[in-house]
C-alpha cells in the first residue's frame, strides 16, 4: 500500500510541473491580451516550430512575439534568437509590420539577457514579480472604472 501511495506522489510530481507549465502560458497569454488592446492573440506553430504567443494589430501592423518558460532555470539570450529565427517563418505583414518581443520566466533572465534587453526597446521580459504586479495593476484598474 505504502509503495502504492509512493508510485503515485512521483507521478503527480512529474506531471505537477507540466500541468503548472500549461497554466503559466496561459496566465502570460492573458496578461498580453490585458495590456496590448486591439491585438488578436493566439498561438503559431508550423511544422516542427511553435511560438507560445503571436498577438497581432491590424491598425497598427504590429506583431507581438514572446515565449513562456516554466523552468527551474533562468531564461538566456538563446531563447531570444530562437525567437527571431521562427519569427521569420509567420507570414503576416512581413514587409510593413512592427515587431515586438516578450519573454516570460518562472526563474528569470541570465544577465547577458538583461543586457540584452537594455538595449532594445522592442523587447520586454516579465518575472513572477513583474507578472504579478502587472496583473494587480490591470485589476486595479478595471475595479476603479
Known amino acids: 500500500m505504502e509503495t502504492d501511495r509512493k508510485t503515485l506522489l512521483n507521478q503527480i510530481k512529474k506531471s505537477l510541473s507540466v500541468f503548472v507549465s500549461h497554466t503559466f502560458e496561459d496566465v502570460c497569454r492573458e496578461l498580453v491580451m490585458m495590456n496590448y488592446s486591439g491585438f488578436n492573440t493566439g498561438k503559431w506553430w508550423y511544422k516542427e516550430d511553435e511560438i507560445d504567443i503571436v498577438a497581432l494589430n491590424e491598425n497598427e501592423k504590429s506583431i507581438l512575439f514572446a515565449e513562456c518558460k516554466w523552468s527551474k532555470n533562468k531564461v ?5 534568437y530562437e525567437l527571431e529565427h521562427k519569427k521569420e517563418k509567420v507570414r503576416w505583414g512581413e ?6 518581443f516578450a519573454l516570460f520566466s518562472k526563474k528569470g533572465f ?11 526597446k522592442n523587447l520586454i521580459l516579465y518575472d513572477l514579480e513583474k507578472i504579478d504586479s502587472t496583473l494587480k495593476n490591470n485589476l486595479n484598474v478595471e ?3
Open 76 to 80: 538566456d539570450t538563446s531563447l531570444l
Open 143 to 145: 475595479n476603479k472604472t
Open 110 to 120: 541570465t544577465k547577458n539577457l538583461l543586457q540584452e534587453a537594455k538595449k532594445r
Open 95 to 100: 514587409k510593413s509590420r512592427k515587431e515586438y
